[in-house]
């Protein structure tokens, strides 16, 4: 489920679109995904262990959890948001052919902003002990992925390159305000925060 929730893109992407389209959609997905998977999967993985050792007290994981997103959206937010402003430029500067990806970079960099956010239920419930909520997760994000590629597919099959990839990123960015909405009501849920916190 985690390989079709991540993979979704490159799958489906491959039935609809030219390579041109995915070309470009790839290429600004990963400048994004590396900053990402830079900043905030290191965050992730100690996660874990700090949410394990404080199951039992949940006051104190309820502000280590919120404390834990804070720090990840303080290191990912910002350098996402210098991408998005300073990124028609650099796609400039490495040629003129990757200009047609330059708005979907900036949708992209809100996806992962959202995505730095979202990926830090999955230590949650491991700590918490909840496997089935976090298989379920992974099943529901697959399906959403899915979903979201195959529609922008559907309706954008003869398009311009440069609203494919547009659409393709705005599918993605859809998909990943549904998470944050459905982690944001899980992490309020499962850590007893109250919503104003």
């Known amino acids: 489920?985690?390989?079709?929730?991540?993979?979704?893109?490159?799958?489906?992407?491959?039935?609809f679109f030219g390579p041109v389209a995915i070309?470009?959609?790839?290429?600004?997905?990963?400048?994004?995904?590396?900053?990402?998977d830079g900043l905030s999967r290191s965050l992730?993985?100690?996660?874990?262990?700090?949410?394990?050792?404080?199951?039992?007290r949940r006051a104190e994981f309820a502000d280590r959890m919120v404390s834990i997103i804070t720090v990840s959206g303080l290191l990912v937010v910002p350098v996402l948001?210098?991408?998005?402003?300073?990124?028609?430029?650099?796609?400039?500067?490495?040629?003129?052919?990757?200009?047609?990806?330059?708005k979907a970079l900036a949708v992209l960099c809100a996806v992962g902003s959202l995505r730095a956010l979202?990926?830090?239920?999955?230590?949650?419930?491991q700590a918490l002990g909840r496997p089935h909520l976090l298989a379920g997760y992974a099943w529901v994000s697959a399906?959403?992925?899915?979903?979201?590629?195959?529609?922008?597919?559907?309706l954008l099959r003869g398009s311009p390159v440069a609203d494919q990839v547009m659409w393709m990123a705005l599918s993605r960015l859809a998909v990943y305000v549904i998470?944050?909405?459905?982690?944001?009501?899980?992490i309020v849920r499962m850590c007893s925060i109250p919503a104003w916190h």
């Open 23 to 36: 070309g470009l959609y790839r290429f600004a997905y990963r400048l994004v995904d590396t900053i990402v």
């Open 81 to 102: 948001a210098v991408l998005a402003v300073t990124g028609p430029s650099l796609l400039a500067v490495i040629g003129d052919n990757w200009t047609a990806a330059s």
């Open 118 to 125: 979202n990926m830090l239920s999955a230590p949650m419930l």
């Open 1 to 15: 489920a985690v390989f079709i929730g991540n993979r979704a893109d490159d799958i489906l992407t491959g039935l």
């Open 143 to 154: 399906v959403l992925s899915t979903a979201g590629f195959l529609a922008a597919g559907i």
């Open 179 to 186: 998470f944050l909405v459905v982690n944001g009501a899980l």
């Open 44 to 56: 992730q993985s100690v996660a874990l262990p700090e949410l394990s050792r404080l199951q039992d």
